[in-house]
Each structure stands twice: as C-alpha cells, then as structure tokens.
C-alpha cells in the first residue's frame, strides 16, 4: 500500500512525485504526456542526500531586481491606468510563482541509480522528511553509511556530479532553445511577426525547462517572458474586440510592452553565459554562450 511521501498540494505542480511503502520508495516522474515509475527499495539505498537549490550569483539577483522594475517603469513615467494594471497582475503572478518554488532537494542513490526530486517547505520539514526516509532504511539494512562529505559537496545544487565525482556534467542543448528564445524576445517589439514566432519558442521553452537541475535564473527570465506575453496578448484581444477600457488606445507594439520584453530576454541570455561559464572545464579560456562545449 503507498502513501504520499509528504502530503502537500504544491508537489502536485512538480514533475516528480515520491510515495513510500513498506519495502520501497516509488518515484513517478512526469515526462510530457507519460509517465516514468522507478523503484528504489530501501535495502538497495546506500545514501539519502539534502541539498539547497536556487543559488543565485548578486549579478542575477540584480538582473532579476531590475526585471522587475522595468515592470513598474509605465508606472512612473505615464498616467496612471493600464499599465498599473498591468503590472500589478504581472508581479502578483510572478511571486506566486517565485515563492512556491521549492528551496530543497533530496537525492537517493542505490549502488546502480540516483534519483533527485524536490522537497517543499522549510529546512526544518525536509529534514524530518529525510530523517523519515533513514529510519525506513535503517530497519530494512541498518545505519546507513557515512555521508557527511558529500552532503558538504551538495550544497552546489549539482547533486549527480557532487555523488559521482568522476561523471562529468552532463550538458544541455536545451539551453540553445531558449536563447532563440530570449534573442526573439529581444526581437519583436519591433515587429509582430517576429512575436508571432516567439510565443511558440516560449512554449517549447516551458516544456524543457522542467528538469529539477535546470538552472533557475534561466528558467526565472522564461517564466517572466512567459507571463508578460500572456498579458500582452490579453490586452491585445481586448483591444481587438473594442472592449471600452482605459487601456484601449494602447497600440500593440507600444515601448510599454517592448521594454520589459527586452530586459528579460537579458537578463536570461546573461544567466546562460554565466551558467555555461559555470560548467566550463577549468582548462578552457573561455565559455560558450551556449552551454553545449
């Protein structure tokens, strides 16, 4: 018989569900339009790792600080009206999104597999989840062995490479679609035929950006990007059926849109280089934008 490993409606949204029984841990994780099941019995488990996730450099906290605020620029600089409208809903939607982010991650690892997923709540909670976790396996096999050094290691949320020292970092060629992405984001402002193509870049971004070790600024600029275009295009179709609101004699190509489009698409090109600057080899000179040498 399963029972949810935690019972919360936020884990719901993630791609990893986690359910315990009493000779396994059953991980079901969500790929599209399937579903993969992995066993993990608990006399097979030989560590059970926490770890932090979302580090963030000051430079992307910044870059993310001024999204934000390029937002609320209309808002500064024009009457009143739409754009305080705008933006209100823009930022109540991101940081409902932003803070139900998980901030922990466990992984558990058998001799021959190691599945990471996402934890919700405090430090406190996961813990306990965790420590649930090692009774389960200390009375299928007894204590577990010594892990303090590689839950040091884990707090760079790169848990496969931190357990596996030898395995190289495995690399991402989703990132190069969400540079076409952001540099279409940069793009159409100034052309609605150039948005047209960015809006189906923007879904295919969503859907690979759902692997728990995706990099977070990355995936922060294309949610953003995201959600303003969802609004952009609501104000349009309002505008096109001649809805008598305030907002009405705003054009679709207005700066008021164009502007926080472009620091977005900013803000994640330079989390890609920073990210691939990151992962690169410490005998390289230099990085790809992209992530993938």
């Not at 006399?43 to 000051?58: M, V």
């Not at 995706?214 to 104000?235: D, E, H, K, T």
Request: include cysteine; glycine fraction near 4%; hydrophobic fraction near 55%.
């Amino acid at each position: 018989m399963y029972r949810p490993l935690f019972e919360t409606f936020w884990v719901r949204l993630g791609n990893v569900r986690a359910w315990r029984s009493a000779d396994h841990l059953l991980l079901v994780e969500s790929r599209f339009f399937s579903e993969h099941y992995t066993r993990l019995f608990w006399a097979d488990i030989q560590a059970i790792l926490l770890y932090g996730l979302h580090t963030q450099s000051s430079v992307l906290l910044a870059l993310e600080l001024a999204c934000l605020l390029s937002v609320l620029a209309p808002v500064f600089f024009w009457q009143p009206g739409w754009p305080s409208l705008a933006a209100f809903v823009f930022l109540l939607s991101y940081a409902v999104w932003r803070l139900g982010r998980p901030q922990w991650a466990c992984q558990v690892a058998t001799r021959t597999n190691a599945r990471q997923f996402a934890l919700p709540g405090t430090l406190t909670s996961c813990r306990r989840v965790v420590e649930e976790l090692k009774d389960s396996v200390r009375l299928a096999q007894g204590a577990l062995p010594e892990t303090q050094p590689a839950e040091a290691a884990l707090n760079d949320p790169a848990p496969q490479a931190a357990a596996y020292p030898d395995k190289p970092l495995r690399k991402q060629p989703v990132l190069v679609v969400h540079v076409i992405a952001f540099v279409l984001g940069i793009l159409s402002p100034f052309n609605v035929i150039i948005f047209v193509l960015y809006c189906p870049a923007l879904i295919a971004a969503w859907f690979l950006q759902q692997d728990l070790k995706f990099p977070f600024a990355v995936r922060s600029a294309a949610v953003m990007s995201q959600m303003f275009a969802v609004l952009r295009i609501g104000i349009w179709l309002l505008m096109v059926t001649r809805a008598r609101f305030y907002f009405a004699p705003v054009v679709f190509n207005h700066w008021r849109f164009g502007l926080p489009q472009i620091v977005f698409s900013l803000y994640g090109i330079a989390a890609i280089y920073l990210h691939s600057v990151k992962l690169a080899q410490p005998q390289q000179k230099s990085a790809t934008v992209l992530g993938l040498s």
